[in-house]
């Protein structure tokens, strides 16, 4: 009986007006549970003109005074150069220069529209090879963005159809590229965080920031944040129900908090 009315709701004009609901509360949930702790909540939100991202990633990191002037980031499943870009607003009114990951081919997109970035197309992983990747067809311009090595994220909300494609795979502490301090670390890959954190130099050279999608879909919640508190890491907010933002504790060049 539920499998059949999930059915028809992402069939039917009721998906939305479900989907708007089943957010709202749980959000809501989210706020009372984070209320009991240090940790921050933070409501999603949209901005316009330079601030890119989909939930207000760019907006709050700036507000929360975890942005210097030149930094330099790492993004891994970055999607899209400046639709829901979460370091589009980085280089265009900050100044910084990164490397953009992803396993969708978005180089001459980024060649144009962020020269002052570098964009690699692999996947970030604990070894060192070849992942099955599953792309999501870009049916109505945006699901691209939930393309995963996980299969059932392919059963998320309303459902998407995708290809199943073959893509490098490096552990990021392998990428070249990334030859200086990392500032500020950004990870959304639709359920692959663990594999991604494994793969970080946390002894050489560890992010001083990190912002984290932590949808509790594949793990814990949880999980994830005693891994980086064990890395020495502050979890300092969440932005709605997954987005989570960690500070290394004995960062000097983290901002104290500033009041939103």
Known sequence: MVRLARR???SSTLYPVAARLYHSVFANLMRLSLSFSSTQYLPPIQQGGYYKSQYGQDYYLEKLGLLVPNGFFVEVGCNHPVFNSNSHYLEKK???TGVSIDGIDYASLFESERPNTIFINVL??????ELDFFKVKNEDG???QVSSVHKETLSKGKGFNAELV???????SK???IDRPIDLCLIDVEGHEFSVLRSVDFKDNPPKIFVIENNGQFYSRRSLVNFLTEKGYEHVARIG?????????C????????EI
């Open 8 to 10: 028809f709701l992402k």
């Open 166 to 172: 073959k893509v490098s795979a490096l552990p990021m």
């Open 241 to 249: 129900t997954a987005d989570d933002i960690f500070r290394l504790s």
């Open 251 to 258: 960062s000097k060049t983290a901002l104290p908090f500033s």
């Open 142 to 144: 945006w699901e691209n």
């Open 124 to 129: 970030i992983s604990e070894e060192e090879g």
């Open 175 to 177: 990428i070249k590229e």
């Open 94 to 96: 900050l100044g910084w």
